[in-house]
């Protein structure tokens, strides 16, 4: 089935600064989407892109679909502690109109 | 508001029991999920349905059932509990229609399984 390689797989910065991680995968997809999860909690869905090319912002989250169609990145600039937790790519590829397949996650930590 | 439960929040069982995770959700939603969350796998498919009596598995679907009898609940059975279902589940939903949203999931807080 569909890989996706999202990266890094942890982060640890201090508060303030910015982020940014990706996903990529050898296959094309329709739609990306960036979920977060608190923790104890299910992904809640930060941003979603339609368009190859499509830059998407969401206040201090910025994310972009990419031209190739496999590849998309999310940015959190100035980053503050509520940032905390692990951040999900997902995608839709072509023939699987009603799935989703994700990537493995990047756990982010802000450090104050 | 419209919402998507799961219940049990936490349960622990033993080897060999039956189990079942609730979700209901009040979208109105075609689409239903069940996902199992391990450190180092992400978001795992485990059952799918589309509609109700449709019923389709995912990648990780040995040991475990689904029923759709109605729109709002996809009750998930483990029907013989082992120690490697020890695991975070997940319900989501989508609205499975023809608009650029329509699948988007949107997913419960969880349900996590210590199985003893």
């Known amino acids: 089935g569909q890989q996706l390689n999202q990266s890094p797989q942890s982060m640890f910065i201090q508060e303030g600064e910015d982020v940014s991680m990706n996903c990529t995968s050898s296959?094309?997809?329709?739609?990306w989407l960036w979920y977060k999860q608190d923790p104890g909690e299910g992904p809640v869905l930060l941003i979603a892109?339609?368009?190859?090319?499509e830059l998407t912002s969401n206040g201090r989250l910025t994310a972009q679909f990419g031209i190739t169609r496999k590849d998309s990145f999310l940015n959190i600039s100035a980053s503050i502690p509520s940032d905390v937790g692990i951040y999900f790519c997902a995608g839709q590829p072509p023939g699987s109109a009603r799935q989703l397949t994700f990537g493995s996650g990047t756990q982010l930590t802000v450090l104050p | 508001d419209a919402e998507i439960t799961q219940s049990p929040r936490h349960k622990i069982t033993e080897t060999g029991r039956q189990v079942t995770l609730a979700c209901h959700q009040t979208w109105n939603h075609n689409n239903m999920f069940w996902y199992r969350q391990d450190l180092g796998h992400g978001l795992r498919l485990i059952h799918y349905s589309y509609g109700v009596q449709d019923t389709n598995k995912g990648e990780v679907s040995d040991g475990y059932s689904v029923s759709r009898s109605n729109t709002e609940d996809l009750p998930l059975t483990l029907e013989s509990a082992a120690s490697s279902q020890t695991s975070v589940y997940f319900c989501?939903?989508?609205?499975?229609?023809?608009?650029?949203?329509?699948?988007?999931?949107?997913f419960g807080a969880g349900s996590r399984l210590t199985v003893l």
């Open positions: 296959s094309i997809f329709n739609t």
């Open positions: 989501a939903s989508s609205d499975g229609g023809f608009s650029s949203g329509a699948n988007v999931l949107t």
């Open positions: 892109l339609y368009k190859a090319g």
